[in-house]
């Protein structure tokens, strides 16, 4: 009892605080290869998990793809978990295929072959460059539907398993697309309970030492959809866990303006930090569907928390096409 009553008096131990240690424990591992999110949170911390809910046809599996081209392929993982195997490293050979060749074949024509007339030599020159790019790489997704398809449930389990996998070699960066793909251990689990689970198993790889990027659904707007511009964390399906065990959140919706030469309108806002200090403010992001990244350019709104209305843009914004890691090196996106 007097060692509880000493801890009481004190019972964070404030004098043993190590800043260094502190530092270690939170630094940067990777980055968002989104020059609007990289501006705001400067990257993506040790101890992160970074939730990102996204309406339909935000492009939840591009910015998922996005995030991890950016980042050293040998710290980081993706679980692919709406695409089949293969489909990520098809869409990396699309790019370095149009690099190469100055040509930009859709990505539906690009995975059925359907009436490409290919140049040879550049696609065995993309496929070499591909295969350097993923040399120790970490991609999981499911398998085709007719090879092994016990194979294809992916359930709470076996995320736990992979990700323990993972931060036990190193990885510091895993990006999960998306949580809502997951199967449930137990069918007759309810849907807040299997979240929770959910979460806590995320907080697994934090705890062994990897940051964590998991995508999210969100419900149907309801209602006047005109009027619901931008998302809050409260359309989250399922509990209010998902938002409970994150740092940051973060959403994303069409803006449904744009094209595919000057890209197409993506709110983007943050509605959680760590940090405090969230602005009322959502920017406008340009997707550019050829090349399947967001251009440097975005317009900053002020926005209510509803989201149902902006102003803006306040000014134009610039940013450079790269950002630090804080180890001395440059991520290019």
């Avoid at 040879?120 to 020159?125: D, M, Q, S, T």
């Avoid at 591909?130 to 085709?144: A, N, W």
């Avoid at 323990?164 to 190193?170: E, L, V």
Wanted: net charge negative; hydrophobic share 35%; aromatic share 10%.
């Amino acid at each position: 009892m007097e060692n509880l009553a000493e801890l009481m008096k004190n019972p964070f131990k404030r004098e043993d605080f190590d800043v260094h240690k502190y530092w270690e424990r939170n630094k940067k591992v990777g980055v968002f290869g989104v020059p609007y999110l990289d501006a705001e949170l400067h990257g993506i911390a040790k101890t992160d998990l970074v939730l990102i809910g996204a309406r339909s046809g935000a492009g939840k599996s591009s910015l998922a793809k996005i995030i991890y081209n950016a980042n050293d392929k040998s710290k980081t993982a993706l679980f692919s978990l709406e695409n089949y195997d293969g489909d990520v490293e098809m869409s990396l050979l699309r790019q370095e295929y149009a690099k190469l060749t100055g040509n930009w074949i859709n990505a539906r024509t690009w995975q059925m072959e359907d009436g490409i007339k290919i140049d040879e030599k550049a696609l065995n020159l993309a496929v070499e460059r591909v295969k350097e790019q993923l040399k120790g790489s970490y991609i999981f997704g499911r398998v085709p539907p007719n090879d092994e398809p016990e194979k294809q449930v992916w359930t709470i389990d076996t995320l736990s398993e992979k990700i323990i996998w993972c931060a036990t070699r190193g990885i510091e960066l895993i990006i999960i697309d998306h949580l809502d793909y997951l199967d449930r251990d137990n069918p007759n689990e309810s849907d807040n309970a299997h979240i929770t689970e959910l979460m806590k198993s995320i907080r697994t790889a934090q705890e062994i030492g990897s940051a964590v990027v998991a995508f999210s659904h969100l419900r149907k707007p309801m209602g006047n959809v005109e009027n619901l511009v931008v998302p809050n964390e409260n359309e989250f399906i399922g509990s209010s866990n998902k938002v409970k065990q994150a740092t940051q959140v973060i959403m994303f919706a069409p803006a449904n303006d744009g094209n595919a030469q000057e890209g197409f309108g993506t709110w983007c806002c943050i509605r959680k930090n760590r940090n405090g200090g969230i602005k009322n403010q959502a920017a406008k992001l340009f997707f550019m569907p050829a090349t399947e990244t967001y251009k440097d350019e975005y317009e900053l709104y002020t926005i209510n928390y509803a989201g149902t209305k902006t102003t803006g843009p306040l000014n134009d914004v610039e940013t450079p096409g790269f950002a630090p890691t804080g180890d001395g090196k440059i991520f290019r996106f």
